[in-house]
C-alpha cells in the first residue's frame, strides 16, 4: 500500500481562511485524545470491578496513561520539526486508534477471562505513548497558520479542547461501560481519535509561506533544548499547572470533606470552574492579541493566582466563621485564575521558539505538566496528611508565585 499520501501534502495552495480548518483538526485531535486521557479514569469502578482489581492497582491503571504521555512528549515534539507536523499528528492518531482498537479486541474482561495487570498497565501506557504526538503537532500546526495578532486566541481555543474532550469522556464512557463493556469503551474512543486523522489527511496542509519559510531557516539553528530562555517558560508552564491540578485533582475531596458538599453541589461546583476557565481562555487569548501583551499577561496571572489560593487559604483557616457559598467560590475563583493562561502561554513559548522549533518547544512543556500530573497526586496528600487544608491552598500559591521570575519580562516599548 502506498502510503505516501499520508505525508506529503499535495502541492495545491491553500488560503489564509484554510487556517479555521487546520484549528478544527487541531481542536479535533486534541478533543478526541483527551476523551481517552482524561475519559478512561471516569470508568474506573467498573474497570476496577471488571478487571479484579484492589484500589493501589486501579491506580496503577490509571495514572499507565499519563506516565506514556509524559516519556513521549519531548520525542514526539522533537519528531515534529524533524518531519513535519502533518505526519506526525496523522500517523500518531491511526496509531492511538490502532492500539484502542487493540484492546477493544484482546483486553476486554469477561467471564471467561481477565486480561492479567500487567497487560493493561502496558496497553495503557501504550496509548499515552502513541497519544502523545497529539499536542506538539497540532500546536506547531496552528502556529504555522496564524499570524501574530492572531496566535494567542488560536491557541487558546486549541486548549478549550482539552476539557471539552474530557467532558466528552466523563458523558459518554461511564454509560457505556456499565450498559456495554469495555469494548464499548475502547472502541468508542478509537472511532474519537480516527476522525480528527481523517480530517487531518483532507484538511492539515502547510500554509502557502511555507516554503519560504522553509529557505529562511536553512541556516543550523540551536535546538530548544539548549535554550535557557525556552526551558524557562517550558518550566513556567509545568509548575503553574500544579496549583491547577491540585483543584482539578482535590477540590472534590475538599468540598465533601471540609465542605460537606453533596454530588449535586460538588458537580456543579466543579462544572462551573470548568465553563469559568474555558470562558477565560478564550478572553485571555483575545485580550493578549488585541493589547500585544502576552508576557505581561503572564507576569500577571502567577500574581492572580497566587492572591486567589491565599484567600482561599485565609477563608478556610476561619473555618466555619465563613459561609461554604463563598468558600465554594473561591476555589472556582482559584481555579479559574490559575487555568485561564493555558494558551496565551504555549503561544508565546512557540512564537519564541520559532516555527522550525516549536514542535521540541511544546513538547518540553507538556512533557514537564504530565509529570506535574504524578508529583500532584502523589504528594498533597501527605502534605494534607502533615498539615491542613488551609496550608495545602497556601502552598498551591506560593507555587503559583514562584513561576513570576521564569515568564519573560514585558518587551519595552
Not at 491503571?61 to 506514556?68: P, R
Amino acid at each position: 500500500m502506498d502510503t505516501q499520501y499520508l505525508v506529503k501534502a499535495p502541492r495545491k495552495t491553500f488560503g489564509a481562511a484554510h487556517r479555521w480548518k487546520v484549528l478544527g483538526v487541531g481542536v479535533a485531535a486534541n478533543a478526541g485524545f483527551s476523551a481517552a486521557a482524561a475519559g478512561i479514569p471516569t470508568t474506573a469502578v467498573w474497570m476496577r470491578t471488571g478487571y479484579h482489581l484492589g484500589n493501589a492497582q486501579l491506580g496503577i491503571a490509571l495514572g499507565a496513561t499519563g506516565l506514556g504521555i509524559a516519556l513521549s512528549e519531548l520525542p514526539w515534539g522533537v519528531a515534529t520539526d524533524r518531519f513535519g507536523d502533518r505526519p506526525v499528528l496523522i500517523a500518531g492518531l491511526l496509531a492511538t486508534a490502532l492500539a484502542l482498537l487493540s484492546m477493544a479486541l484482546f483486553m476486554v474482561p469477561s467471564a471467561a477471562s481477565v486480561p492479567a495487570l500487567p497487560l493493561l498497565v502496558i496497553a495503557l501506557a501504550w496509548v499515552g505513548l502513541l497519544g502523545g504526538s497529539v499536542n506538539g503537532s497540532s500546536g506547531r500546526a496552528i502556529m504555522s497558520w496564524f499570524k501574530e495578532g492572531e496566535r494567542g486566541i488560536a491557541m487558546s481555543i486549541r486548549q478549550t479542547a482539552v476539557p471539552l474532550g474530557g467532558g466528552i469522556g466523563a458523558s459518554l464512557l461511564p454509560w457505556l461501560a456499565s450498559a456495554h463493556g469495555f469494548a464499548a469503551v475502547y472502541s468508542a474512543l478509537a472511532l474519537l481519535c480516527a476522525v480528527p486523522a481523517a480530517l487531518a489527511i483532507v484538511w492539515l496542509h502547510e500554509p502557502p509561506h511555507a516554503a519560504a519559510a522553509a529557505g529562511a531557516t536553512l541556516a543550523p539553528q540551536r535546538t530548544p533544548l539548549r535554550d535557557i530562555g525556552i526551558w524557562r517558560v517550558a518550566l513556567g508552564i509545568g509548575v503553574l499547572c500544579m496549583p491547577q491540578l491540585a483543584v482539578l485533582t482535590f477540590a472534590t475531596v475538599f468540598l465533601h470533606d471540609f465542605g460537606h458538599l453533596g454530588i449535586a453541589g460538588i458537580s456543579a461546583t466543579m462544572a462551573a470552574l470548568q465553563a469559568g476557565a474555558i470562558v477565560m481562555r478564550l478572553w485571555s487569548g483575545r485580550h493578549t492579541d488585541r493589547r500585544g501583551n502576552r508576557r505581561g499577561y503572564l507576569r500577571g496571572s502567577t500574581l492572580v493566582a497566587a492572591a486567589s489560593f491565599c484567600a482561599l487559604s485565609a477563608a478556610v483557616a476561619l473555618g466555619h466563621a465563613v459561609s461554604i457559598a463563598l468558600v465554594v467560590g473561591l476555589i472556582v475563583f482559584a481555579g479559574v485564575c490559575v487555568s485561564a493562561w493555558h494558551g496565551v502561554a504555549y503561544a508565546e513559548l512557540a512564537t519564541l521558539a520559532g516555527p522550525a522549533r516549536a514542535g521540541t518547544a511544546l513538547g518540553m512543556a507538556n512533557a514537564l505538566v504530565y509529570a506535574g500530573m504524578f508529583l500532584v497526586p502523589f504528594l498533597l496528600p501527605h502534605l494534607l496528611a502533615a498539615s491542613s487544608w488551609s496550608f495545602v491552598w497556601l502552598v498551591a500559591g506560593c507555587v503559583a508565585l514562584l513561576t513570576y521570575p521564569l515568564f519573560p519580562r514585558p518587551h519595552q516599548h
